[in-house]
């Protein structure tokens, strides 16, 4: 879902609303060719849509005939994306023991061939899970997050005051304005950017580990041979709650509060034992999980709006609801972050929280 919000030229909507079909598709076929030439295929090698993310990379699968196996392709046309890092960090991760896809070939058009770490998400596999197998899946998680921090990511890109910054801009640009076309005078512009600036110094203090930005139910794959991971190269250096919170309160799943709070503490607990620096208090580790999980949920309202507005990815706008929900109930318990409430159809009132006008979303 993720990328840097100034990474990419704007797309035309109607590119990415209707894709081409598959005779009118030609980075479809040019994939193909390549992918064929590589395996030393005898025969056309045939591509089947595996998945799309919210940029503009394209998976395929394939199925080789001898041994039979299924690889991915990813297309990744070089005007808009950039394989290299994909590339860097899928290195990183294997040199880690994380599963991740293993990069076979690489062409300077743009296409990857990879290995395929199936086809169930963690959050297809979520919705048919009883609580047992619930707890299992997050407990393996969080302890390959726990490994992932491990990694030594000194040649990383910063997560930075200017990105952090950026990101929570997405909220009135795209949310606010766009959006719900609430555009915001000056002075609330300047209240709400006062809000900003004591969330990035939060998020500045916290120990540097390496931040995947996406780590979620969508990105994350359950197979037999155990979790795998997806949609890392915008890996940065970054606040050590960051991909905790994109788990646990995830944008796609709704999670009572009992159990991100038992979760987080089995993962503060694991941390700790495996030497990343984090508070001896777990309240207070709680407090910097909370504070970052406003800044990414604030971030996450103003991508899926531009991706609907911008981009016509439409379907994206059903999960700004729960997004929503946690931000309520994150600014409501801090009065740091309460101003937050008014830009969220919320009033703060003694003794809880009161709804004052729908919203559109």
């Known amino acids: 879902m993720e990328t840097d919000p100034d990474a990419r030229m704007p797309p035309r909507p109607d590119d990415l609303v209707a894709m081409p079909a598959k005779d009118e598709d030609p980075r479809r076929e040019a994939a193909a060719a390549w992918a064929g030439a590589v395996l030393g295929a005898e025969g056309p090698v045939v591509l089947e849509p595996a ?21 991915i392709v990813m297309d990744a046309p070089p005007a808009h994306e950039d394989c290299g890092p994909f590339v860097a960090v899928a290195a990183l991760l294997e040199a880690a023991g994380i599963r991740a896809p293993r990069v076979i070939a690489q062409s300077e058009q743009g296409y990857l061939l990879l290995t395929d770490l199936g086809r169930d998400t963690l959050l297809d596999v979520l919705a048919g899970a009883g609580p047992d197998r619930e707890e299992r899946l997050y407990r393996d998680a969080i302890a390959t ?11 990383l890109a910063p997560y930075d005051r200017a990105l952090l910054s950026r990101e929570l801009a997405l909220f009135p640009d795209w949310y606010l304005d766009r959006h719900l076309g609430q555009p915001l005078a ?36 359950a197979s037999p041979e155990g979790l795998g991971v997806l949609d890392f190269q915008d890996a940065v250096l970054g606040p050590v709650t960051y991909d905790l919170v994109s788990l646990l309160r995830d944008a796609y799943v709704d999670a009572e509060e009992s159990v991100v709070i038992d979760r987080a503490i089995r993962y503060w607990e694991a941390a700790r034992e495996a030497g990343i620096a984090l508070p001896d ?26 991706l609907a ?51 559109a979303s």
């Open 51 to 71: 998945s799309a993310d919210a940029s503009f990379r394209r998976y395929f699968r394939l199925t080789t005939p001898a041994p039979a196996r299924t690889l």
């Open 145 to 155: 997050l726990v490994r992932m921090q491990a990694i030594a990511a000194r040649g």
């Open 186 to 221: 000056e002075r609330d512009r300047a209240s709400l950017e006062a809000v900003f600036v004591r969330i990035v110094d939060g998020s500045l203090a916290q120990p540097r580990v390496f931040v995947h930005r996406d780590y979620h139910s969508r990105n994350l794959m």
């Open 281 to 306: 208090d777990f309240g207070t580790f709680y407090r910097d999980f909370e504070w970052m999980g406003v800044q990414r949920h604030l971030k996450v309202m103003g991508i899926f709006a531009r």
């Open 309 to 359: 507005h911008r981009d016509g990815k439409h379907r994206y706008l059903a999960d700004i609801p729960r997004v929503r929900r946690y931000l309520i109930a994150a600014c409501g318990r801090y009065a740091e972050l309460s101003p937050l409430l008014r830009w969220l159809d919320v009033e703060p009132v003694a003794g809880g929280l009161s709804f004052h006008r729908s919203v």
